[in-house]
């Protein structure tokens, strides 16, 4: 059966995630106090905390004190997939949008245990965030793994892979930079498929479901989908010129 996709723009204040309560644990809250400073971009927001103001700005050479390939994770949970790819990728730049406070401090203690000095993390809204904050054709590989299924049909809106944000990620990767995928759902991995494949600025890598990505590391969210059974779905696209 064909997915069935809306075509209804995505409002501001329609958002992919639901904040929990920001109460940190007492090492969080530590691990944010005295990290904070090094890891930690605080662009401009509008009325929600987790926004990112439309003339925010971030001079991410600056940030980084180098110019170089930028890589860029969107749900960024506790860092387990943030730390590994730092330590993978010392000569790229990796930037994480995280919306949740406790994850984003445990994310902190990550970075600092692994000596990630290459990372740089954003509380903010991850869809907003690469709007603003990064220009067309800057972002060398995007990653979203586990997103929020958001299983209701009423609540398909606020997947955040649809194709409004198919369309941003695809101007704002370098041409032939690619865009990784994974979820445990199968309706919402077929819903990717659908969106990416009707998308204009991607192609399917390899042309149906990615093989697992090896630079992957099993996080607390693969591994609840393997213990209830479910499938792991890879996808891979590139983004391809005008």
């Known amino acids: ?4 996709i809306t075509a209804e723009p995505i409002r ?7 904040r929990r309560g920001p109460r940190m644990n007492s090492s969080q809250a530590r691990a944010w106090e005295t990290l904070r400073e090094r890891y930690v971009v605080e662009p401009a927001h509008d ?14 050479d600056a940030e980084f004190g180098r110019r170089a390939p930028m890589g860029v994770e969107i749900g960024s949970g506790a860092g387990e997939t943030l730390a590994a790819l730092a330590l993978a990728r010392p000569d ?44 067309p054709r800057c972002v060398s590989e995007l990653w979203t793994f586990f997103p929020d299924p958001w299983h209701k049909k009423r609540h398909h809106k606020r997947r955040l892979v649809g194709a409004e944000f198919a369309s941003l990620a695809a101007s704002r990767l370098v041409v ?7 979820t445990d759902w199968a309706d919402y991995a077929e819903w990717m498929r659908a969106v990416l494949d009707a998308e204009p600025g991607l192609a399917n890598e390899y042309g149906g479901w990615a093989p697992r990505w090896d630079q ?5 969210f693969e591994r609840r989908g393997l213990d209830a059974g479910r499938t792991i779905y890879d996808l891979c696209y590139r983004a391809v010129g005008a």
């Open 1 to 4: 059966m064909p997915v069935t």
């Open 47 to 60: 009325e929600r905390v987790t926004s990112v103001a439309a003339d925010a700005a971030v001079d991410w």
């Open 92 to 135: 790229e730049n990796i930037v994480g949008f995280e919306v949740f406070a406790p994850a984003a401090a445990s994310t902190l203690s990550r970075l600092d245990r692994a000596g990630a000095g290459n990372v740089r993390l954003v509380v903010a809204d991850g869809a907003q965030g690469l709007a603003t904050l990064f220009g």
């Open 216 to 220: 992957r590391p099993v996080t607390r």
């Open 176 to 182: 032939g930079g690619l865009w990784r995928l994974a």
């Open 12 to 18: 501001r204040d329609v958002v992919s995630y639901v």
